[in-house]
Each structure stands twice: as C-alpha cells, then as structure tokens.
C-alpha cells in the first residue's frame, strides 16, 4: 500500500474511534448500533490501569536506586571515593593515546 493511503486509513479510524467516544447516549447514533457506552468503558479501562501502571512505576524506581546503590558502595568499597573515580575518568578521557603531533 502507498504511504499515503495508509496516512488516509490512519486518519479515518482515528475520527471513527473520536466518535465513538463523542457520541452521548442522548444522541446514541453509535451507542443504538452497537448497544455499547464506549466512554464509560475506556473510563472503567483506564481507572483498571493506573493502579497496575503505578505498581510497574515503582518497581522500576525500586530496582534502579537499588542498582545505583549498589554501584556506590562497590566504588567505595574499591577504596576510593565515587567523586576520585570520576575525576580520574575525565583526565583520562583528556589525556588518551594516540599520535604525536606534528610540529
């Protein structure tokens, strides 16, 4: 298919699923269709998922301080500070091998 015709695709299910949730049961032209109140449905669907979603959420927060944690007190327990490491790591980066300079 043409990109062109895909955009045309795109466009019109994005304006049939706007109706669908546009549509009120005082003008039921979907809702005496299908039978369906979509927007109460994508609100119950929603409300379903903010509380799994905040779940996920914090065990990604959890498991990367916990992580950076870690990380710390392995530097620190190399025998220097987290700070000398990444000083070293910069004058490092200034200072790399590589060819003589031409004069």
Excluded: C, Y
Excluded at 21 to 36: A, C, E, Q, R
């Amino acid at each position: 298919m043409h990109a062109a015709v895909k955009i045309l695709l795109g466009l019109i299910i994005i304006v049939i699923g706007f109706g669908l949730f546009i549509d009120s049961p005082s003008l039921g032209v979907w809702n005496s269709i299908t039978g369906i109140n979509w927007w109460n449905n994508f609100i119950i669907v929603v409300t379903g998922v903010i509380p799994a979603l905040l779940i996920l959420v914090g065990i990604f927060i959890v498991w990367l301080e916990a992580d950076e944690l870690s990380a710390e007190k392995e530097m620190e327990s190399a025998g220097e500070p987290a700070e000398a490491n990444e000083v070293k790591a910069a004058v490092a980066q200034k200072k790399r091998p590589g060819r003589p300079k031409k004069r």
